[in-house]
Each structure stands twice: as structure tokens, then as C-alpha cells.
């Protein structure tokens, strides 16, 4: 039928026009690219086959918002992201910093890494979204489908959280300081 | 920390901080040093969680993927999902047709209890605790569960029954063109396929015998038995004497001042042999005797000697008697 192979061929191409950087959206998230493609392709292939996709008026916005949230529930409900991590997290010393401060930064890293591994999956998703995804608190709310309240307290908590591990690593913090400050 | 400056923090730190909210941001920075601290922890904290590096994507590849893994709703194939709906629907029907044909021609007693005594003599106990005789190369088949209103069994050989006492229940034998009913008896039917004779002793109680299809019945009771000839469906009755019918049950033999020739058919019968009298005269000898367990040769010489005969075996069919006959 020519109206089914228009629809795909419309299909094809909001695919090729999307697919890249719904990956990277998803990929800064899950912090690992084979999984970011893997529910990208999951989400386009269950919108085809939704029979209500004729119905959605913007599919870039329904696409984004499945990516996201798909993003989310592998990430809060996985516990890969510290290895994935650990590997990524490979001495590498870039240009202008010391090895010092290099080998500082690759450990608090990972310590904040496991500290955000840690946050309860609400918490943690408000914090990936405000992070990643740069969203306010408002559109955190609206994505998440809850109170702008609870995403201020879900911060909050993951601030303080966050926070007890750059102090206790205090010493490295004020290096921070006077290497920012100097 | 205030939601509204944390979100405008976000925004500087990605660079998109508009210049009025960059504006609104320093004032807050300068009111106090907590603000200073709240700002550098967020910015540490964007700092220590930096986005992976993307990778590069093979879109090729992946819409590829995405293409094989797409429902197709085209009209045409609805109809052939139909097509196919139906010619499985025929082939579950031809398929239980076929087993239903199997079924009936290959295991025509499908959820029967089947026993079948090949070269011995087996005790079987139905479930209405009647207890069956098998004599060798009979079957005996029936339901485990016996219906409410009938005992039905279906014989093919030669069994002896001692059957339960049901008046509600009667106990229905079948076999081959013969039907045996009986409430509650002890009896001996010989009913093999390859026999023309179907042939009913009675030990005790009464038994109705039947032609199968037929309406009328001939009572017996013991001492008397009814043979049926299959060929030409004549029913015959004759008073049997003593309980020779189910020797093979009971391995005895019994004659009471019994004439030969009427010794010979059941010495045939139960030793499967051949007795063939040379002289028709000897017919009229008659015997007293009790045999248990014995071997036909055994028989034989005491059969002899008490009326002066001899006996020949011949070859493997079996005997002939010779003699003068008796006075």
C-alpha cells in the first residue's frame, strides 16, 4: 500500500534524523553507549509498532521523553555504572593539570560516582536529569510527574549527599580551592 | 540551596546562562559566603561528573536493525494471517481425525485395563473385588472405573469367574457373540475367537446366557453348561457333571462311574491333545477316578490298566486307544 510505504519512508527518515543524538542523550546518562543505542532502537521500534503512533503529534518530543525515561530505569536500576566507570576511569593526565591533581580528580571521581550509585533511584534520577539533561527543577517535576517540592528536597538530599564526599576528602578540596583561587 | 539558583548554576555551567540571570546569580553569590560555598559545590560537583564521551553510532547499521524488528500492518497480510488461521484450524481438525482414527483402530481400548495372560494362568481382581481365572492365551479387558449401572468386561479365551454379589450392579461378560450376565456367581466361559464354540459351566448361582443382539436368554444354573455354536448360532444345553469344565483352574480331574467316551473330550481339552479310540465299543467303559496335577502320560496308564486297553502315542498328535472293550 503507498500510504504504508510513505509511512515508513517518513519513519526512515525521523530515525536517521534523531537516532545519533538521542544515543548521546541517552549515552550521558547510562554512561555506556552500547546501552543507550540498544533502548534508543528498542524505543523506535515500539513506537512503529504502537498502534497509537498515528495519533502523536510531535513523535521528536515523545521519542526524547521515552529515551530519557527508559535512560533512567537502566540506569537507577542497574549497578553497571561503577564498572563501566572504573574502566573509563583510566589514568589519563590531560594538558595543564599535574599528575597530582590527575590522580586526585580520577579518585574523587569515582567516589562520586559510587555516592550517586548509592542515591535512592527518585533521587538519583532528579539529580542525572538536572545534570545530564540540564533541566530545571519545574521541568523535572513535570517530567517526573512530581511536586516541584519533592525534586527541591530530592536536590537538597542529593547535595548533602554529594557533599559529605567532597568533604571528607577535605584536603583535596582545599587544594581545589587554592588551585581555582591561586 | 534555592532550587532557583541551582538551576541557574546548571545553566551557567553549561554555558547558557542568559546575562540577567548571570547577573541575579553574582548578586546572590556576594550576600553571603554559605551562597559562595553552595555554588562551588555544585560546580565541584558538575566538575567530578563530567558526560561520558560519545562514541561514534553506526546509524546504518542500527536502522537496519530497528527495520527487522517493525511490525508490518499492511492490510494484505491481515488477510493472510486469516488464511493461515484457517489452514492450521484444518490441520488441528485433520489431526484429530486422524489420531481419533489411530486411536480407534490401533488402541481400540483406549483407557482400558487390559490384561493378557499369553502362556500362563493368571488371577486378575476387578475393581468390584470379582476375582477372574485367566487360562493361557485369554484377555480379559474392562474399565477401572466400572460404570454405576454395569459391571462390563469383555473376555476373548477362557476364563473362570467368581463375581461379587451386586443385585443393583449386574456383571456383563462379553464375548464373541455370546453375552453372559450374571448378579453374583462362580462360573467357567470359554469364549476363544478362534473357536467356533462359546461355552458356559456353571459352579454356583445362576447365569444368563445370551446371543449377542437377541433378546432371549437361557438361565443356567450349576451342574449344567450352554454351548453356543458361533457358526450356526445354536445354543445347546447339556448337564455337566462335577467341576471338570475349569480343571485348568483347579487342576483336578474328577470321574464318577463316567463313560469313556465322554472322559476323552475333556482329557482333550485339558492336555490340548488328540485321543483317538481304535474301537468304537470301548466308548462305553466306564471310570471312577481322581487325577490331580497329572501328567497326561500318567493318566493315560491308569486309564489303561483299569480297563485292560493300550495306549499309542502318535507321533506328535496326539493318542489312540486300543482294546477289547468292556463288559
Not at chain 2, 551557567?12 to 548571570?22: C, R
Not at chain 2, 463375581?163 to 467357567?188: C, M, Y
Amino acid at each position: 500500500m503507498p500510504d504504508e510505504q510513505n509511512k515508513l519512508k517518513a519513519y526512515e527518515s525521523l530515525f536517521r534524523s534523531n537516532y545519533k543524538k538521542l544515543c548521546s542523550r541517552a549515552c550521558r546518562i547510562t554512561n555506556d553507549m552500547a546501552a543507550a543505542e540498544d533502548l534508543v532502537q528498542e524505543v523506535f521500534v515500539n513506537f512503529w509498532n504502537n498502534t497509537e503512533r498515528q495519533f502523536i503529534d510531535t513523535p521528536e518530543a515523545y521519542l526524547y521523553t521515552a529515551v530519557i525515561n527508559k535512560a533512567l530505569n537502566y540506569t537507577t536500576s542497574q549497578k553497571r555504572r561503577l564498572e563501566i566507570n572504573a574502566k573509563y576511569l583510566e589514568f589519563q593526565p590531560k594538558a595543564g593539570n599535574s599528575i597530582e591533581q590527575e590522580m586526585l580528580d580520577q579518585e574523587l571521581q569515582q567516589k562520586i560516582q559510587q555516592s550517586i550509585e548509592a542515591l535512592p533511584p527518585v533521587c538519583q534520577k532528579v539529580f542525572l536529569l538536572s545534570r545530564y539533561e540540564e533541566m530545571s527543577h519545574k521541568e523535572i517535576a513535570d517530567f517526573l510527574n512530581i511536586s516541584p517540592n519533592t525534586v527541591d528536597n530530592h536536590i537538597k538530599k542529593a547535595l548533602a549527599i554529594l557533599r559529605k564526599v567532597l568533604l571528607s576528602v577535605f584536603i583535596t578540596l582545599f587544594e581545589i580551592y587554592f588551585h581555582f583561587f591561586s | 540551596m534555592e532550587g532557583k539558583y541551582w538551576d541557574i548554576v546548571t545553566r551557567q555551567l553549561a554555558g547558557k546562562a542568559s546575562a540577567s540571570e548571570l547577573q541575579k546569580l553574582e548578586d546572590w553569590l556576594a550576600e553571603s559566603p554559605e551562597h559562595k560555598a553552595d555554588y562551588q559545590a555544585q560546580k565541584r560537583l558538575w566538575q567530578l561528573t563530567p558526560p561520558s564521551e560519545i562514541a561514534d553510532t553506526d546509524v546504518e547499521a542500527a536502522w537496519k536493525k530497528v527495520k527487522s524488528q517493525l511490525v508490518d500492518k499492511q492490510p494484505a497480510k491481515v488477510i493472510s494471517i486469516y488464511q493461515n488461521v484457517w489452514r492450521v484450524a484444518a490441520s488441528i481438525i485433520l489431526l484429530i481425525g486422524v489420531l481419533w482414527l489411530a486411536k480407534y483402530f490401533l488402541f481400540p481400548h483406549f483407557g482400558m485395563e487390559v490384561v493378557e495372560s499369553g502362556n500362563r494362568r493368571i488371577a486378575v481382581v476387578l475393581p468390584d473385588n470379582s476375582q477372574v481365572w485367566l487360562n493361557k492365551g485369554s484377555k480379559l479387558i474392562y474399565d477401572k472405573d466400572f460404570d454405576r449401572n454395569e459391571r462390563n468386561v469383555q473376555l476373548e479365551g477362557e476364563a473362570f469367574f467368581e463375581v461379587k454379589r451386586d443385585v443393583e450392579r449386574p456383571f456383563i461378560i462379553h464375548s464373541n457373540e455370546a453375552q453372559t450376565k450374571v448378579l453374583g456367581t462362580s462360573f467357567n466361559l470359554r469364549a476363544y475367537p478362534d473357536e467356533p464354540l462359546v461355552e458356559l459351566a456353571v459352579a454356583t448361582g445362576k447365569v444368563a446366557f445370551s446371543l449377542k443382539e437377541q433378546k432371549k436368554e437361557v438361565i443356567v444354573t450349576p451342574g449344567f453348561a450352554v454351548q453356543l455354536n458361533t457358526l450356526s448360532n445354536e445354543l445347546r444345553k447339556e448337564e455337566i457333571p462335577g467341576e471338570n469344565a475349569w480343571a485348568w483352574k483347579t487342576g483336578k480331574l474328577q470321574f464318577a462311574n463316567e463313560e469313556l467316551k465322554n472322559i476323552l473330550p475333556v482329557l482333550e481339552r485339558y492336555y490340548d491333545t488328540e485321543i483317538e479310540l481304535k474301537n468304537s465299543a470301548l466308548g462305553t467303559c466306564r471310570f471312577t477316578g481322581t487325577f490331580q496335577q497329572a501328567d497326561l502320560e500318567e493318566v493315560l496308564q491308569v486309564l489303561t490298566a483299569t480297563m485292560q486297553l493300550k495306549y499309542i502315542e502318535q507321533d506328535k498328535q496326539g493318542y489312540s486307544l486300543t482294546g477289547q472293550g468292556c463288559k
